[in-house]
């Protein structure tokens, strides 16, 4: 029987190798990505927790069964939130999931708020949290994608390059355009709210 | 939430689920590779065959074929394998992407590295004679493969526009004019009197050539300018020297 804190000192890379020789390691690894993998699914998808449970569960096989193919020069979680995201969008256009209004923590939100909003317009953030995740919801999933990984995940430019496969300059434009849509939508909400 | 991974564990037990082995990712990925260098390959030789026919066509005749220059290259472009060095260069690039790392490097980047290297191995197999091996094979086995491409014969075989070609099948008539047989087995009566010879030759039966002039009527055709079969004739040679 394994346990926890045989791998509690051991990097994800090592667990792969461990699990290709014994598979009652890959629960470590699991246990490891589970949360931060149904949060993402959920931020990206906008579907139930129960639809997101099922992707997860689908991620994690995925990622069984094609484990010989990790490249060790790799970071690990890059692979798996890349078979995270394929998972999801291949859900969502097979429609297997339905979209449903998925709550975000206020330090996300935060996260993403003042990445977006220079000082001047830091007063938008007065928008209420169900104004603001309702535009954020709304944002065409690319420009959703990257900006969860970047000020939520806190992923760098080389990991979301690893994890969506596009080159790092596209994901540095589409970083770009996604806080200048971002930052449009929520000055017309504040129009709109002013003039009510 | 909690017991998702328990749950996914217990299905890999219960099913019997197993990593796909590493050959699988190996063999994959070498396929892919391969595929991507094939296609770079037939794209070389597809430009060598651009380059063979842009190079055999005389650019230098459009104002006798009575069309401006952009007109003429328009015409004369060879779509059929412009298309085939387009489509493989874009199976090399669908192939690229898909290795592992494929997808850090630019759409442009990988289009260009493709092209460009289709472009230096057509240039080799051009200069290597290879080019006009394959025409040859294309001409022979591939059937109507003369009208997908414009070729030289198609570019000559305008004596209403006074473009000639054939081959001289009979000499010593007077006036130093010969009778041909032009490419679709058509007997002339060249009128060579003043005509300019181009190239290192002189009038002789089994002699391809190909002859700018007039048409005066169904038989006959008064020539001008004679050239070499092969190129344009970089030697003047006046009358039947």
Same mark, same amino acid.
Do not use: C
């Given at each position: 029987m394994i346990t926890g804190s045989e791998c509690v000192n051991k990097t994800d890379e090592q667990i792969v190798v461990l699990t290709l020789k014994n598979q009652d390691y890959y629960l470590f690894l699991m246990k490891r990505y589970e949360a931060k993998l149904?949060?993402?699914?959920?931020?990206?998808?906008?579907?139930?927790?129960?639809?997101?449970?099922d992707i997860l569960q689908e991620v994690f096989i995925k990622a069984y069964q094609n484990l010989n193919n990790f490249d060790l020069n790799f970071k690990f979680s890059n692979w798996i939130y890349s078979i995270a995201h394929n998972t999801t969008i291949s859900a969502f256009r097979k429609k297997k999931v339905r979209p449903q209004t998925v709550s975000w923590e206020d330090k996300d939100l935060n996260n993403i708020l003042e990445s977006t909003l220079e000082a001047e317009n830091r007063s938008?953030?007065?928008?209420?949290?169900?104004?603001?995740?309702?535009?954020?919801?709304?944002?065409?999933?690319?420009?959703?994608?990257?900006?969860?990984?970047?000020?939520?995940?806190?992923?760098?430019?080389?990991?979301?390059?690893?994890?969506?496969?596009?080159?790092?300059?596209?994901?540095?434009?589409?970083?770009?355009?996604?806080?200048?849509?971002?930052?449009?939508?929520?000055?017309?909400?504040?129009?709109?709210?002013?003039?009510? | 939430m909690k017991n998702i991974s328990n749950k996914v564990l217990k299905k890999i037990r219960d099913n019997n689920i197993k990593p796909k082995p590493r050959w699988y990712f190996i063999t994959r990925n070498y396929f892919i590779w391969s595929i991507f260098g094939i296609s770079i390959i037939l794209g070389s030789f597809a430009f060598s065959m651009v380059l063979f026919i842009?190079?055999?066509?005389?650019?230098?005749?459009?104002?006798?074929?009575?069309? =401006?220059?952009?007109?003429?290259? $328009? #015409?004369?472009?060879?779509?059929?394998?412009?298309?085939?060095? /387009?489509?493989?260069?874009?199976v090399a690039y669908y192939n690229f992407i898909h290795t592992k790392r494929g997808y850090r490097f630019k759409f442009i980047s990988i289009l260009l590295i493709s092209l460009i290297i289709s472009i230096i191995l057509g240039t080799g197999l051009y200069f290597n004679g290879f080019s006009e091996r394959l025409e040859n094979v294309f001409l022979e086995k591939i059937p109507y493969y003369n009208r997908l491409v414009y070729s030289r014969e198609e570019q000559w075989m305008q004596p209403k526009r006074g473009l000639l070609a054939g081959t001289i099948i009979?000499? =010593?008539?007077?006036?130093?004019? $010969? #009778?041909?047989?032009?490419?679709?087995?058509?007997?002339?009566? /060249?009128?060579?009197?003043?005509?300019?010879?181009?190239?290192?030759m002189t009038p002789a039966t089994g002699l391809k050539i190909k002859l700018i002039g007039t048409l005066i009527d169904d038989n006959n055709f008064k020539a001008m300018e004679i050239r070499p079969w092969q190129g344009k004739g970089r030697f003047i040679m006046r009358g039947n020297q």
């Open positions: 149904l949060n993402y699914i959920l931020k990206i998808s906008n579907i139930s927790r129960e639809d997101a449970e938008l953030q007065k928008l209420t949290y169900k104004q603001i995740l309702k535009i954020i919801n709304q944002l065409p999933l690319k420009y959703k994608d990257v900006l969860i990984l970047k000020f939520i995940e806190g992923k760098d430019y080389r990991e979301i390059s690893d994890i969506l496969r596009k080159p790092m300059g596209t994901i540095a434009t589409l970083i770009n355009r996604a806080k200048k849509s971002l930052k449009q939508e929520l000055k017309k909400e504040d129009i709109k709210l002013k003039k009510l | 842009i190079k055999q066509l005389d650019w230098d005749i459009y104002h006798y074929i009575g069309e =401006g220059f952009l007109k003429t290259v $328009f #015409i004369s472009l060879p779509y059929f394998w412009l298309i085939f060095l /387009i489509l493989f260069t874009g009979e000499t =010593g008539l007077p006036e130093n004019n $010969f #009778i041909l047989m032009d490419l679709d087995n058509n007997r002339w009566k /060249i009128e060579a009197g003043k005509v300019i010879w181009k190239g290192k």
